[in-house]
């Protein structure tokens, strides 16, 4: 599957903490969140999948789940090169809430993240080697530090020929991608688990099919 994401996150709290508890997902509860973020799509119920395996749904798809101060939307379709560019009523349906959006892409090396606090954008940053630093906005985060310190330099074997070239990121975005999803998530898709990481795997998420919505195409 490679890793690729497109996730949104609201939460009332430690999103990790939140998750660890979380059984199956209220469909009703789940239905109002993609009626909500879809406000102009016609919505019908879809193959659900897991947290792990539904982060990047197909076209036209999206995955979500709804608990007691959590909600998750998944869809390729968040997938924005400016994270602070989120729709606004995606934006404003975190009031009072944190909101954090995930995304990255392994075929392009790109990755997005970005936080909020009650509305209020706190972090956003958006890179990949072919265009550089998107947007960076914000203070980096704790878990930011070593890549910017050139403590987590890119490991990237070049291609024959290319060997005098450099990678034009003092780190890969996809090493720094997956310890954003952890730090802010709780989980990853390709680093090497811990045991305090959340079991993806064992968390449901419900399926639906909708056409273009409200959230913009992903540019990627």
């Given amino acids: 599957m490679g890793a690729k994401t497109g996730l949104l996150m609201y939460a009332d709290g430690d999103i990790p903490g939140l998750l660890r508890h979380a059984e199956a997902p209220d469909p009703d509860r789940t239905s109002a969140l993609v009626r909500r ?30 608990w007691p101060g959590l909600d998750v939307l ?8 400016s994270p602070s560019q989120l729709p606004e009523h995606l934006v404003a349906a975190g009031a009072g809430r944190r909101l954090v959006l995930h995304a990255m892409h392994s ?92 079991d993806a795997e064992a968390i449901s998420l419900l399926g639906f099919r909708t056409d273009d919505g409200a959230i913009p195409p992903r540019s990627l």
């Fill in 107 to 198: 075929v392009v090396d790109w990755l997005a993240f970005a936080v909020w606090e009650d509305g209020h954008l706190l972090r956003s940053l958006s890179l990949s080697p072919d265009r550089g630093v998107i947007e960076n906005i914000g203070t980096p985060l704790p878990f930011e530090q070593p890549y910017w310190a050139g403590d987590r330099p890119a490991d990237v074997i070049p291609w024959p020929g290319e060997e005098q070239d450099t990678y034009p990121l003092p780190f890969h975005p996809l090493a720094l991608g997956e310890d954003a999803l952890r730090c802010l998530c709780g989980f990853v898709q390709e680093g090497h688990p811990e045991p305090e990481d959340v």
């Fill in 37 to 66: 973020s879809y406000p102009d799509a016609a919505i019908e119920r879809w193959q659900g999948s897991t947290l792990y395996n539904g982060v990047y749904p197909p076209p036209g798809r999206a995955y979500a789940g709804s």
């Fill in 74 to 81: 998944a869809d390729r379709r968040l997938m924005i090169d």
